[in-house]
């Protein structure tokens, strides 16, 4: 008995020597990582990564839960209840100036003029043409204090008007365009799929790009965990940013091949021939992109003060 033993040490030791493939000995289970936000249209390259296993192939067993909203994804990962999160950049700032620990891990959607997927429309026959025709009128945002209603504060202080005087009613995107035509707003600030509909349809005219008056490109979202979780997990924010950056190069290359993942994440019925916006995803996590947001939001009072960029980006 002890000689068949020896006998099989021997044997293991020789294989290993040898490189056999043991793998289900050297192989360590793959790290579970659960990432919670809106399964929205931006989340595209994170669910190709997901159905292809790039993930896996990296040793990140993540998983995608849904939430109602940016804002209520972050409070799951504050609690702890989840690793990360896709998040509003505008809700982590306030979340950092009430010196909650929160970090930014990943970049998300980005914003570039060529790429904007949100204007700043008024009815076809609306008279405003400035931002000074918008002084104390109404104006719809999907959410307030969120990024459009920063937008908009950019782009009629740029334009002429004052911010200042500005009201802003809580619109849901899909009913922005009836608000409009109904005059139960002056503008509004119209995202896709609904602005692409809009625009199809000639219903709404487009004021301005007001995402623009914030920056030349920024990003809109980004990826968020507890900034301990970060700190203890870098090896896997690494190997997210990884995967991520060849996934987003992949799908914003690949817009036709990757729609079937688009339809089957947000449930979004497309009909035959119609077009759907397809957000620009960043591949490289740059401080710059978050500052010009975190310095906007200061100026026109979203937030109660700037502070750096590199206080809630995490260094890879």
Known sequence: MRRHQALSGLALTSALALGA??????QAAPQKVQLVGPETEDLTSLYYAIKNGLFLREGLDLSL???SSGSAATAAVIAGTYEMAKASLLAMFAAHLRGLPIAIVAPELVYTPANAYAL?????????????????????????????ELATRAWVDKNGGDWRSLKFV?????LMDAALQQRRIDAGMMQSPSLDASLIAKTTRTLGDGYGAIAPSFYVGGF???????????????????????AS?????????????TVELTKIEIAPGQKIHRSLMATTLDPALVQA???????YEVIAHAFPAREIVVSL
């Open 170 to 174: 809580e619109v849901p995107n899909s």
């Open 293 to 299: 947001v975190i310095d906007a939001a200061a100026k």
């Open 224 to 246: 968020i965990a507890r900034s301990d979780w970060a700190a203890s997990n870098m090896e896997a924010v690494r190997k997210f940013n990884r995967v991520m950056a060849q």
């Open 21 to 26: 493939p043991l793998r289900a000995l050297a």
């Open 65 to 67: 839960t849904g939430a």
């Open 249 to 261: 190069s992949y799908v914003n290359t690949h817009p036709n091949e990757t729609l079937s993942y």
């Open 120 to 148: 700043l429309q008024v009815a076809v026959d609306s008279p405003v043409r400035t931002g000074a025709d918008l002084n104390g009128k109404t104006i719809g945002v999907p959410s307030l204090n969120d990024l459009n």
